[in-house]
């Protein structure tokens, strides 16, 4: 149950793009396409942007997409906007009907 | 409209105990599973435990197992989080979570956390 690896932050102006890795094992990201992503703003709880490795909830802009290749998935936010400054976290089924989390983004915006 | 409130939280010493609860509304509550998800002061977010519709099965990460239970009162549409032999490193902010299921040709996968609640602060120290 190690938390999956992410970078500690990124950085982008407005208008850029980003993209946020999350690295874990084939127990975890690589055993299923259970991948799912969250926006956390200073003291807020955190939000569902992603679910599923790359489907959006209503409600999300079509500005956040998610992929997976291997044991590593990844979040691009497209048109970056001040909005976006938040922690992002990704969060993988690990199966036995347990979970792991990330260890964190920072994104930045410039 | 989904809304997930945490109580209980509080400062307790270490080898204390405290029970947290969380109260669930704008859904059916006994048709999903439910979460408890933690986040130390500067951390990053980690997984506590999971339990089923019926409250007949419970997973904990590791680090809690044996000293945390969770449970449910489905009557009551509120979700519990008892901790007993609290140390330190417990002290978080936890927030109580809706989870989907996904099922597919392994079986049950217990994810993604749709909603979430504002979080309760527990304080371990003496």
């Known amino acids: 149950q190690s938390a999956l690896t992410q970078p500690r932050s990124v950085s982008g102006s407005p208008g850029q793009s980003v993209t946020i890795s999350c690295t874990g094992t084939s127990s975890d990201v690589g055993g299923y396409n259970y991948v799912s992503w969250y926006q956390q703003h200073p003291g807020k709880a955190p939000k569902l942007m992603i679910y599923?490795?790359?489907k959006r909830p209503s409600g999300v802009p079509d500005r956040f997409s998610g992929s997976k290749s291997g044991n590593t998935a990844s979040l691009t936010i497209s048109g970056l906007q001040a909005e976006d400054e938040a922690d992002y976290y990704c969060?993988?089924?690990?199966?036995?009907?347990?979970?792991?989390f990330g260890t964190g983004t920072k994104v930045t915006v410039l | 409209e989904v809304q997930l409130v945490e109580s209980g939280g509080g400062l307790v010493q270490p080898g204390g105990s405290l029970r947290l609860s969380c109260a669930a509304s704008?859904?059916?509550?006994?048709?999903?599973?439910m979460s408890w998800v933690r986040q130390a002061p500067g951390k990053g977010l980690e997984w506590v435990a999971n339990i089923k519709q019926d409250g007949s099965e419970k997973y904990y990460v590791d680090s809690v197992k044996g000293r945390f239970t969770i449970s449910r009162d489905n009557a009551k549409n509120s979700l519990y989080l008892q901790m007993n032999s609290l140390r330190a490193e417990d002290t978080a902010v936890y927030y109580c979570?809706?989870?989907?299921?996904?099922?597919?040709?392994?079986?049950?996968?217990?994810?993604?956390?749709?909603?979430w609640g504002q979080g309760t602060l527990v304080t371990v120290s003496s």
């Open positions: 969060c993988s089924y690990a199966g036995s009907y347990k979970n792991v």
């Open positions: 599923d490795v790359s």
């Open positions: 704008g859904f059916t509550f006994s048709s999903y599973w």
């Open positions: 979570a809706r989870v989907q299921t996904r099922e597919d040709d392994d079986g049950i996968a217990v994810a993604p956390f749709d909603y």
